[in-house]
Nanobody, 120 residues
Framework: QVQLVESGGGLVQPGGSLRLSCAAS????????MGWYRQAPGEQRELVAR???????NYADSVSGRFTISRDNAKNTVYLQMNSLKPEDTAVYYC??????????????WGQGTQVTVSS
């Protein structure tokens, strides 16, 4: 099994910044894509940002230019730097990863979620 543990959420004022981290652990052979999704109350889960093992990134239009995704392949960790936060960024943020496990073949895993609240 591959587990993802997120950290870094919290309460921030509009215009502020937060940095989310997500570390993968377990029987990992390789990780392909890692990413961040979010889900606001009453809304569907949506992609925020995604990064491949080669460093290719893509972002939701709503966060492009404000958020930056990065990863440390040696630590199996993905980060999301969020700047110029807006109230509409308020949501539970979920980490995602897929790849190959040493014991189970292909895997796709989700973190437990971390709350980000943007409010004055």
């Amino acid at each position: 099994q591959v587990q993802l543990v997120e950290s870094g959420g919290g309460l921030v004022q509009p215009g502020g910044s937060l940095r989310l981290s997500c570390a993968a652990s377990g029987s990992i052979f390789s990780i392909n894509a890692m990413g961040w999704y979010r889900q606001a109350p009453g809304e569907q889960r949506e992609l925020v940002a995604r990064i491949t093992s080669g460093g290719r990134t893509n972002y939701a239009d709503s966060v492009s230019g404000r958020f930056t995704i990065s990863r440390d392949n040696a630590k199996n960790t993905v980060y999301l730097q969020m700047n110029s936060l807006k109230p509409e960024d308020t949501a539970v943020y979920y980490c995602y990863a897929d790849g190959r496990s040493m014991t189970m073949g292909a895997f796709s895993s989700w973190g437990q979620g971390t709350q980000v609240t943007v409010s004055s």
